[in-house]
């Protein structure tokens, strides 16, 4: 079974940049589409991106399209969440998943594994 696991979350100031990974071990990045989520205090888990690694095709969440980069290391089995230009509603818990490729995308109910989550919190 796949399983997930998600560090680099930390306290940024405004304006600042953080790099999240997920490292995903022993299986084919090529079989998933690999998602990270985020969940802000009183909010619902909204999507953050997505990768498809077998194509590199990505999709973003409209509100970090121009500040947020989702990529893939197929060698370390990792996927990577930059982060830049950080806002105070940026805070939240951020979570990776993985889904089917051929049909998950940016809808949480759409993954069947989800790793644990890193705390981003964006403050001065």
């Known amino acids: 079974d796949v399983q997930l696991q998600a560090s680099g979350g930390g306290l940024v100031q405004p304006g600042g940049a953080l790099r999240l990974s997920c490292a995903v071990p022993?299986?084919?990045?090529?079989?998933?589409?690999i998602g990270w989520f985020r969940q802000g205090p009183g909010r619902e888990r909204q999507a953050v991106a997505c990768i498809v690694s077998r194509d590199i095709t990505t999709y973003y969440e409209v509100s970090v399209k121009d500040r947020f980069t989702i990529s893939s290391d197929k060698a370390k089995n990792v996927v990577y969440l930059q982060m830049t230009r950080l806002r105070p509603e940026d805070t939240a818990i951020y979570y990776c998943a993985a889904g089917d490729p051929r049909w998950a995308r940016l809808q949480p109910h759409e993954y069947q594994t989800w790793g644990q989550g890193t705390l981003v919190t964006v403050s001065s």
């Open positions: 022993g299986v084919s990045l090529d079989d998933y589409v």
